[in-house]
C-alpha cells in the first residue's frame, strides 16, 4: 500500500504563504490522482487534485486563485503552495490517493482510497 507523508505546515500570519509536500518512497505508475484535503472540527474538505497521467488539476472554490498543487517525479512529491491566507484556512491538510471520473481528479473526500497522517496549518496573528 502506497504511504504518503505530509510536510510543510506550520503559523502562519494571515496574508502569508506556505508549500505543503506530499512525499511517497516512489508514485506507482498506474496512480490515477493525488489530492489534498483538510478538516478543521467538522466534515473533510476535499481542496485540490491532480491528475498523475496528465497533469491536469482541480480546485475546490474556497482556494481557486490561492492555491496551486503541482508535482516533482524525481522527487516522488506533490506540493500544494498556499498563498494569501486567511484564519479561514486553519486545519490539518491531508493528502490522499485520489481518483479520476471521467478522466478529471476528483476532490469529492468519499472517492480517496488511504491518505497520509496530515499536517497542521494555523492561521493567525
Known amino acids: 500500500q502506497l504511504q504518503l507523508v505530509e510536510s510543510g505546515g506550520g503559523l502562519v500570519q494571515p496574508g502569508g504563504s506556505l508549500r505543503l509536500s506530499c512525499s511517497a518512497s516512489?508514485?506507482?505508475?498506474?496512480?490515477?490522482?493525488i489530492a489534498w484535503f483538510r478538516q478543521a472540527p467538522g466534515p473533510r474538505e476535499g481542496i485540490s487534485c491532480i491528475?498523475?497521467?496528465?497533469?491536469?488539476?482541480h480546485y475546490a472554490e474556497a482556494v481557486k486563485g490561492r492555491f496551486t498543487i503541482s508535482r516533482d517525479n524525481v522527487k516522488n512529491t506533490v506540493y500544494l503552495q498556499m498563498n494569501t491566507l486567511n484564519p479561514e484556512d486553519t486545519a490539518n491538510y491531508h493528502c490522499?490517493?485520489?481518483?479520476?471520473?471521467?478522466?478529471?481528479?476528483?476532490?469529492?473526500?468519499?472517492?480517496?482510497?488511504?491518505w497520509g497522517p496530515g499536517t497542521r496549518v494555523t492561521v493567525s496573528l
Open positions: 516512489e508514485f506507482p505508475v498506474d496512480l490515477p490522482a
Open positions: 491528475n498523475m497521467h496528465d497533469n491536469s488539476t
Open positions: 490522499a490517493i485520489g481518483t479520476l471520473v471521467s478522466s478529471k481528479c476528483d476532490i469529492n473526500p468519499l472517492s480517496f482510497a488511504s
